[in-house]
């Protein structure tokens, strides 16, 4: 999302300052979520981007109803139309409002307006070069778009939230495949920072005040596409991510993809990271809502910074929930390369080039909680990643923009 104006900036910032420090009892308590998803409203800011469409597709196949808040900083209002198509809704059960969280106003008129249930959160500057170059938007927007976000919710009695956080937070991880108990390292870009602090005020939230419902969920690298080719990752300017890049290539609208390094101690030379079909990623949200409601799993706390807290009497959890979400296993940047040619039946031209400073050789997580506790694994491997990309790519060749 982007920064707002100067003046709309300056004056949520003005009343962020003037909080005042309320007793907890002055709050309306939590929200329960031990109901049916027909009875439930899911508030999924950013849901107009890539991971969030998809994720906004699997809460109404279960019969949640959506409302999205989204600026169009990186989106566009077209997936929310073909969301709505995919699921054959209609506004009534899949709502829109261009916002953005930092706006105090307009959060406020979004609330008054839906009986929301919880939040899943994805709204967000991510890109990690980009951050390196604007720390300051990326703090700004990030972590107090966040707080905004959080303080107008618990106004409204809305204390559940699924954080879409990121694998980031580990830093270069002390061992792999990462395990939520793996610790934490400082974050290598202003990106993981600010994945890595909200976690910390999301935590913070749930130990100041123990109704809080919190889940924090860990990934890398989504991929793929609905299998509709109606959706998918639509990134603005040239993509910083790989598939994008390779779609583009495959599409001629690049040349070639830039692989850095190829002299790993990994089976091809090259970098391995974890892929997670974007589908799969959405369904881990949607688990995550189903585990807070305490349908499902134990409630343990497992993995460093999980916080088991007392249920609500209906079952609704309260604590500090962390999971990994991926395939538990990575997969090489020519592995990615090769996958694409098989999709698309062209050849993918790649240059190697010097190594990026930062890169570890081997980076993936283990996904053994989440198949425990949520009841969710992945279902789709690489080869159907790619597929998909190829086919919303092809369908699409300038993204939503093809439509206009």
């Known amino acids: 999302m982007p920064l707002m104006s100067t003046r709309a900036a300056l004056r949520c910032g003005i009343m962020a300052m003037a909080w005042t420090l309320r007793e907890k009892s ?3 308590a939590n929200k329960s979520l031990a109901k049916s998803p027909t009875e439930l409203t899911i508030l999924v800011t950013g849901g107009a981007g890539f991971i969030g469409s998809h994720t906004c597709v699997e809460l109404l196949a ?3 109803d959506v409302v999205i808040v989204d600026d169009l900083s990186n989106s566009s209002e077209v997936a929310v139309e073909r969301v709505r198509k995919i699921a054959g809704v209609g506004a009534d059960r899949c709502a829109f409002h261009e916002a953005n969280i930092l706006d105090r106003d307009a959060m406020e008129a979004i609330f008054a307006e839906h009986d929301v249930d919880a939040i899943i959160h994805f709204a967000g500057f991510k890109a990690v070069g980009e951050s390196v170059q604007k720390p300051l938007e990326y703090y700004w927007n990030n972590i107090a778009g966040t707080l905004v976000l ?6 409204h009695g809305v204390k559940n939230i699924v954080f879409s956080s990121s694998a980031t937070v580990y830093g270069e991880p002390e061992f792999v495949p990462i395990t939520e108990e793996c610790p934490k390292h400082s974050a290598t870009n202003p990106y993981g920072q600010t994945k890595t602090m909200l976690e910390q005020v999301l935590t913070d939230l749930y130990v100041g005040d123990n109704e809080w419902n919190v889940v924090l969920l860990r990934y890398f690298n989504p991929i793929g596409a609905h299998e509709s080719g109606l959706i998918g990752e639509d990134p603005k300017g040239i993509p910083n991510n790989l598939v994008p890049y390779v779609a583009q290539v495959a599409v001629g609208k690049l040349a070639a993809v830039g692989v850095f390094g190829d002299d790993y101690p990994t089976p091809d ?3 391995v990271r974890d892929y997670i079909h974007v589908v799969d990623l959405a369904r881990g949200h949607v688990a995550a809502l189903d585990w807070m409601g305490g349908k499902v799993g134990t409630g343990e706390p497992f993995g460093l910074g ?5 249920a609500q009497a209906g079952g609704s959890r309260r604590g500090v929930g962390i999971f990994n979400l991926g395939t538990g296993k ?4 020519l592995d990615v390369i090769h996958a694409f040619e098989r999709a698309c039946g062209k050849t993918i031209p790649y240059e190697i080039k010097p190594r990026r400073a930062g890169d570890i050789a081997t980076n993936y997580a283990a996904c053994d909680k989440a198949q425990r506790e949520l009841g969710w694994v992945a279902q789709y491997d690489l080869d159907r990643m790619c597929s998909d990309s190829w086919r919303w790519q092809s369908m699409n060749p300038d993204g939503y923009a093809t439509e206009a």
């Open 150 to 155: 959080c303080d107008v919710a618990r106004n």
């Open 269 to 271: 030379g090259t970098g």
């Open 62 to 64: 279960k019969g949640f």
């Open 330 to 333: 990575g997969s090489s940047v």
């Open 306 to 310: 999980s916080i088991q807290g007392e």
């Open 26 to 28: 002055d709050y309306m």
